[in-house]
């Protein structure tokens, strides 16, 4: 059994976590909407995830959609005291799979109940407000009013703390004037490092950053080279390059998602690996690359 917390740990608001987490949008079906096909193996997931010590799972009633949630419900409820779940609102599913803007003081509402009913709990331990002025990716808009009516449900008791997820710096920077800032979650990795200045300004400020797809988006080249230096490392690309988040900065928390348990116990593995100085040098030069 690998042990995550060599990844060592970083707060989420007053909350400890292991910087090795869990994302749960693979437990869904296929195009994260349905059931999973195989419903034991999810739970089986999840259990083995929270036995292996992560205690940050990232979850959203839109998966699924209700889904991961309710599995996640199944698994592990009544949940352990150092479990933090991180859901988020600001989409919803259409019946066709599609992914869509959910902004309105209603359907924030809802969201925020749909999660707490399908967790099974009172209070979330940290949103994300999933900011949708595009779907693929941030686009600039004010955050505002959306941040308010979340805001107004944290002064409810229901949510206790707030983060944001697909923004650009400017609405960071916006947000943070309206509410407590706990956590940005993003696109981020080795061959997409737009968010570069903005880790090492949360960094500073002692906010966490999580970032997503920690293999999208790779050319065949960038592919190519990380797979070259995982090979000479003995390893798998994914541990390469989950274990360059991990030294690219003490506040980024990983959430890699899996439906395997084999892979889980890869992505855990990546707390093991340690990456030489000339290592890193070779994995910073892949953004370049195309």
């Not at 995830?49 to 996640?72: C, E, K, M, R």
């Not at 150092?82 to 859901?87: E, G, K, R, S």
């Not at 449900?153 to 706990?182: C, F, H, K, P, Y």
């Amino acid at each position: 059994m690998t042990d995550i917390k060599q990844a060592g740990t970083y707060v989420l608001g007053d909350r400890t976590v292991q910087r090795l987490g869990y994302g749960a949008m693979q437990l869904a079906g296929p195009g994260v909407f349905g059931p999973p096909k195989d419903r034991p193996g999810a739970i089986a997931v999840l259990r083995e995830a929270v036995a292996n010590g992560v205690n940050h799972i990232d979850t959203s009633d839109f998966y699924g959609p209700h889904v991961t949630n309710q599995l996640i419900r199944e698994a592990l409820h009544p949940y352990p005291d150092d479990l933090v779940i991180v859901t988020k609102i600001g989409a919803k599913r259409g019946g066709d799979a599609s992914w869509n803007p959910a902004f309105s003081p209603e359907e924030l509402t809802r969201a925020v109940h749909d999660n707490l009913r399908n967790l099974g709990i009172d209070a979330l331990d940290v949103v994300n407000l999933r900011i949708m002025f595009d779907a693929h990716g941030p686009a600039e808009g004010s955050i505002a009013a959306p941040l308010a009516t979340l805001v107004e449900l944290q002064r409810q008791g229901l949510v206790r703390r707030i983060g944001l997820s697909n923004v650009t710096a400017r609405q960071v920077a916006e947000g943070r004037r309206i509410a407590d800032i706990v956590c940005v979650q993003n696109a981020y990795n080795l061959a997409h490092r737009a968010d570069d200045a903005l880790v090492d300004e949360l960094a500073a400020t002692g906010i966490a950053y999580v970032p997503f797809f920690p293999l999208g988006g790779f050319s065949p080249l960038q592919s190519g080279t990380l797979s070259t230096v995982a090979g000479s490392l003995g390893v798998t690309p994914m541990q390469v390059a989950l274990a360059w988040l991990l030294a690219r900065s003490p506040n980024i928390l990983l959430i890699p998602g899996t439906s395997s348990l084999l892979h889980l116990q890869d992505n855990l593995g990546s707390a093991d690996l340690t990456l030489s100085e000339d290592t890193m040098t070779k994995l910073d030069q892949i953004a370049a690359r195309s």
